[in-house]
């Protein structure tokens, strides 16, 4: 799966398409717009890659696909993976396609996450879902994000007996979970701006999404926040502050420096 959305991604920037001219009005600090792009930044938890491409556009409509790869050098990979004893990488590889109406601010998405579990080596979260925008003011936006999907782990059924709650198929979908969402951006001027986000990940059926692998869980965290501090130095280039945390015992929160350039 890993191998996949790579393939996908690398394929999907060297289309002809990327040369296609970016609708004028953009706005980088918004999170559901859609344009052609790419960043990079660099912090506590490695190097970051992020890319954009736009797919369509129309007076009402826009689509697009967002690639993503952290941790690309795969600095943080100090964990063994206890029952095949191999090393367990630190980098994880999104891809996102999403589409939204410009007139009302309605939207859907699809979000594949793939990146290697400790326990459970290879697994990727597929989810898809409505967001939508809601205005509070000329300088404030909210933009809520309610996201349904599986969990697809490796086949590990090898090391235990049939029954053990610790074990997984690897082909049937270890996991029906559901995801909140919530995005928030603050103008405090008209080139520097703060995006803040928080999700909240549990399970639907099968696997507990939070609890101890030792319990039968996939043992993640329920909850992940980042807050971004931008500044933009022209219509189509940022540079921007991160901050990443979340509410798992296993993982540190992250800081890190980014640039993005929209075409």
């Given at each position: 799966m890993k191998?996949?959305?790579m393939?996908?991604a690398?394929?999907?920037?060297?289309s002809?398409?990327?040369?296609?001219?970016?609708?004028?009005?953009?706005?980088?600090?918004d999170?559901?717009?859609?344009y052609?792009?790419l960043?990079l930044?660099y912090g506590?938890?490695?190097l970051?890659?992020?890319?954009?491409?736009?797919?369509?556009?129309t007076?009402?409509?826009?689509?697009?696909?967002?690639?993503?790869?952290k941790?690309?050098?795969?600095?943080?990979?100090?964990?063994?993976n206890?029952?095949t004893h191999?090393?367990?990488?630190?980098?994880?590889?999104?891809?996102r396609?999403?589409?939204?109406?410009?007139?009302?601010?309605?939207?859907?998405?699809?979000?594949?996450?793939?990146?290697?579990?400790?326990?459970?080596?290879?697994?990727?979260?597929?989810?898809t879902?409505?967001?939508?925008?809601?205005?509070?003011?000329?300088?404030?936006?909210i933009?809520?994000?309610?996201?349904v999907?599986?969990v697809?782990?490796?086949n590990?059924?090898e090391?235990?007996p049939?029954?053990?709650?610790?074990s997984?198929?690897?082909i049937?979908?270890?996991s029906?979970?559901?995801?909140?969402?919530v995005y928030?951006?603050?103008?405090?001027?008209?080139q520097?701006?703060?995006?803040?986000?928080?999700?909240?990940?549990?399970?639907?059926?099968?696997?507990?999404?939070?609890?101890?692998?030792?319990?039968?869980?996939?043992?993640?965290?329920?909850?992940k926040?980042?807050?971004?501090?931008?500044?933009?130095?022209t219509?189509?280039?940022n540079?921007?502050l991160?901050y990443?945390?979340?509410d798992?015992?296993?993982?540190?929160?992250?800081?890190?420096?980014?640039?993005n350039?929209?075409?």
């Amino acid at each position: 799966m890993k191998k996949t959305i790579m393939t996908l991604a690398v394929l999907t920037f060297m289309s002809p398409a990327i040369a296609a001219e970016t609708s004028a009005e953009l706005d980088m600090s918004d999170p559901t717009d859609v344009y052609t792009t790419l960043g990079l930044s660099y912090g506590t938890a490695g190097l970051d890659f992020k890319g954009m491409l736009m797919l369509s556009s129309t007076d009402t409509q826009k689509t697009g696909v967002i690639f993503e790869a952290k941790n690309m050098l795969n600095e943080d990979a100090d964990a063994v993976n206890p029952l095949t004893h191999d090393e367990v990488s630190a980098r994880s590889y999104r891809l996102r396609w999403g589409t939204i109406n410009t007139e009302n601010g309605l939207g859907w998405s699809i979000d594949a996450v793939n990146a290697e579990h400790p326990f459970f080596g290879n697994m990727t979260v597929v989810q898809t879902g409505p967001n939508m925008t809601i205005p509070v003011g000329d300088s404030f936006y909210i933009w809520p994000i309610v996201y349904v999907g599986g969990v697809l782990v490796e086949n590990n059924s090898e090391h235990f007996p049939m029954d053990n709650s610790m074990s997984s198929d690897g082909i049937d979908i270890a996991s029906a979970v559901i995801t909140g969402m919530v995005y928030a951006r603050y103008a405090i001027t008209d080139q520097l701006w703060a995006l803040g986000s928080y999700s909240y990940t549990t399970d639907i059926q099968g696997k507990s999404w939070s609890d101890n692998i030792a319990d039968g869980g996939l043992q993640m965290a329920n909850a992940k926040y980042d807050l971004t501090l931008g500044y933009q130095l022209t219509d189509r280039q940022n540079v921007t502050l991160i901050y990443r945390g979340d509410d798992s015992d296993s993982s540190d929160d992250s800081f890190a420096v980014g640039y993005n350039y929209a075409f």
